[in-house]
Nanobody, 115 residues
Framework: QLVESGGGLVQPGGSLTLSCVASGNIFYIYHMGWYRQVPGKQRELVAFISNGGETKYEDSVKGRFAISRDDAKNTLTLQMNNLKPEDTAVYYC???????????WGQGTQVTVSS
């Protein structure tokens, strides 16, 4: 089970920190990703972290978002800075195998960037 939290309403230029807590005791094995989805569009991967801590980002969030993990707490974090209106979406986390999300989707957390 994946439970996301930390979303909210923020002004452009603001920051938010999203958290994802995973159940079970094999979190550390998986590569993990943060995805986002807006109505009418496909869910997209915006940040990736390998089970060894290597990170990758979608171009539009590079330099603004930072993904991290705490395997001892089964927790994935996404620090989002300098938020833009186009970052508005529901954000989800999921484990990744062979570039594909493999877990059941949680409820996500809504991020709204607006003045």
């Amino acid at each position: 089970q994946l439970v996301e939290s930390g979303g909210g309403l923020v002004q452009p230029g603001g920051s938010l920190t999203l958290s994802c807590v995973a159940s079970g005791n094999i979190f550390y094995i998986y590569h993990m990703g943060w995805y986002r989805q807006v109505p009418g569009k496909q869910r997209e991967l915006v940040a990736f972290i390998s089970n060894g801590g290597e990170t990758k980002y979608e171009d539009s969030v590079k330099g603004r978002f930072a993904i991290s993990r705490d395997d001892a707490k089964n927790t994935l974090t996404l620090q989002m800075n300098n938020l833009k209106p186009e970052d508005t979406a529901v954000y989800y986390c999921n484990p990744i195998i062979d570039d594909l999300p493999v877990g059941n989707w949680g409820q996500g957390t809504q991020v709204t960037v607006s003045s």
